[in-house]
């Protein structure tokens, strides 16, 4: 209609009986312009018409996601939760794990409560860069919402047909940020093995109390029953948030970072994912956010607490977004046994006592120390377990004479003699707050339970 409306136009004005040549074909120019204009805008007011505008006769209903861990039906894409990320450009930010191959295109699908009409656009699909190899890997679904209105859900689907109500539904988070602010938030990933070391557990989240945590999120796979009621001791106090990752439920998960180790579908069950999720949930919630295991302790060496520690580093450092900690083992074979603190009421606990623990290994030639984490939230956009892979802020190397992480585990150098081994008393500075907090905690479950185990 509209093409033979402009024909007409052109062949009445290229046939007026007193225009020149030059004059004709410059009309005829001009036509052809015009006319070229009117069906490329007629073209997109279709498209946006039949993508924005799809009249439903029911309102949005969908299936409510209840679980941490939403499979889709194509069973290769799995969605953790999606958060509006309105820093640069307002889009959606969902939270996933993708087969690396086999998901080639997915869409975001947006439905107005009061009207029904939906909104569907394609997802961007990003796979994070550090996937280790395993055909599983953490993802981001970057997905431009509506112009004219602000969803609060949302669902995701391989397809831009199908029916709203058998989709699972989201909630879109951070659009109205909810929770206290706190000064820093710890991001555990992931407990899982029937996790049961429960006394150096509740030595970490002492330690991490005294040194400014204000919350404790931790990402709970499995663990034995004492840990569970230690979780509940802590989730009661409210400090502890705990997160169920049942990974294992759909994937074939690994105990290792590199797929060349352990040929499962991904690494260290999901970690990465993980501490992405816990970044955007905590984003508007939390001034710094720490990214460590539970057998680890960012222990400030000339500060005596994590928030005099990044107040200064701040000053120094103001457009820094990320603080980078050498990892530093201090092995659990190797013991301290002349200290002068009594904790014989803690031998029934199951567990590493870390007071007995200050030998550390040296630092070895050619040899890079992985590094844990302090950040500022709204400044990462991707994080990895020892480096973040973008975001709007630096990263700085912390010296570990400002601090480090002290790391109690098996060694590393595991042939090294004690007397290479470097004393290392910083953890001890605590010891009267520790232990007397320690003691408390453990008394108080012990009252509660009628036993430890």
């Not at 700085?396 to 008393?425: G, S």
């Amino acid at each position: 209609m509209v093409q033979s409306s402009c024909q007409k136009f052109c062949q009445e004005a290229n046939g007026e009986p007193e225009m020149s040549w030059k004059k004709s074909h410059l009309v005829v120019a001009v036509c052809i312009a015009t006319c070229a204009s009117i069906v490329t805008l007629s073209y997109f007011q279709r498209i946006k018409l039949s993508f924005m505008s799809m009249p439903e006769t029911k309102l949005c209903r969908g299936i409510p996601a209840k679980n941490t861990i939403t499979p889709l039906k194509d069973n290769r894409t799995y969605i953790i939760a999606p958060y509006l990320d309105n820093r640069k450009n307002k889009m959606i930010r969902v939270i996933s794990i993708l087969h690396h191959k086999d998901v080639k295109e997915l869409y975001c699908w947006f439905c107005h409560p009061s009207s029904g009409q939906m909104y569907i656009s394609k997802a961007e699909i990003d796979i994070h860069s550090d996937r280790f190899d395993f055909p599983y890997g953490a993802t981001d679904l970057k997905c431009l919402e509506p112009e004219d209105w602000e969803p609060h859900y949302m669902s995701i689907h391989w397809s831009p047909k199908g029916d709203i109500n058998q989709l699972p539904l989201f909630e879109i988070r951070n659009r109205d940020p909810e929770g206290s602010l706190v000064d820093f938030t710890v991001c555990i990933s992931a407990m899982f093995g029937e996790y049961n070391n429960v006394l150096q557990f509740v030595q970490s989240m002492e330690m991490y109390k005294i040194l400014g945590a204000g919350r404790v999120v931790i990402y709970k796979n499995s663990c034995s029953p004492l840990m569970q009621k230690v979780l509940d001791y802590y989730i009661a106090e409210g400090i502890v948030e705990v997160i169920p990752w049942p990974i294992d439920s759909y994937l074939k998960v690994s105990s290792y970072w590199h797929h060349s180790m352990d040929p499962k579908d991904i690494g260290y069950y999901g970690q990465i994912t993980a501490l992405n999720d816990c970044i955007y949930d905590n984003m508007y919630r939390s001034r710094y956010i720490l990214l460590n295991d539970m057998d680890e302790i960012i222990l400030p060496g000339k500060y005596a607490d994590w928030k005099t520690m990044t107040q200064n580093l701040q000053q120094q450092h103001p457009d820094a977004g990320v603080f980078l900690f050498e990892n530093h083992i201090f092995p659990k074979t190797v013991f301290t046994l002349n200290y002068k603190f009594n904790t014989s009421s803690w031998n029934a606990i199951p567990g590493v006592n870390i007071l007995q623990h200050v030998l550390r290994e040296p630092e070895q030639e050619h040899v890079v120390n992985p590094r844990k984490m302090i950040v500022d939230p709204k400044k990462v956009i991707q994080t990895s377990v020892h480096s973040v892979l973008q975001a709007y802020g630096v990263s700085i190397h912390i010296p570990m004479d400002v601090a480090l992480v002290y790391h109690c585990r098996t060694p590393f150098q595991e042939n090294l003699p004690r007397l290479l081994l470097i004393k290392d008393t910083t953890l001890w500075r605590y010891n009267m707050s520790l232990i007397g907090n320690v003691s408390k905690v453990l008394q108080e479950i012990a009252w509660n339970t009628g036993e430890y185990r």
